[in-house]
Nanobody, 119 residues
Framework: QVQLEESGGGSVQAGGSLRISCVSS???????MGWFRQAPGKEREFVAV??????TYAESVQGRFTISTDSAENRVYLQMNSLKPEDSAVYYC???????????????WGQGTQVTVSS
């Protein structure tokens, strides 16, 4: 059973940067590791996913966010630059068996970390 734990959330002003991370109890390189986010009153939405060296992003974050992994530490990171107030949400790390944007295809989830971007 894979367990995930996020860290690194916080508050930042618009235009700023933040890096959040997620540690996996399993070998993260064996899974697709994704980031999702959920703002109050909205559905959970896909942000980015990576497996081996292949990564894909939501259009809303393309060019601003970068997903990466550290296989030695079983960690996945999300570097967020040029943050906007609409990026404010709880960010969740998740694991899947293949690259996918669909949250229902992920079998493990972290508890989430809050990111707040002020204007």
């Amino acid at each position: 059973q894979v367990q995930l734990e996020e860290s690194g959330g916080g508050s930042v002003q618009a235009g700023g940067s933040l890096r959040i991370s997620c540690v996996s109890s399993g070998r993260s390189r064996n899974y697709a590791m994704g980031w999702f986010r959920q703002a109050p009153g909205k559905e959970r939405e896909f942000v980015a996913v990576i497996m081996w060296s292949s990564a894909t992003y939501a259009e809303s974050v393309q060019g601003r966010f970068t997903i990466s992994t550290d296989s030695a530490e079983n960690r996945v990171y999300l570097q967020m630059n040029s943050l906007k107030p609409e990026d404010s949400a709880v960010y969740y790390c998740a694991a899947a068996s293949f690259l996918t944007r669909r949250p229902d295809q992920y079998f493990a989830w972290g508890q989430g970390t809050q990111v707040t971007v002020s204007s």
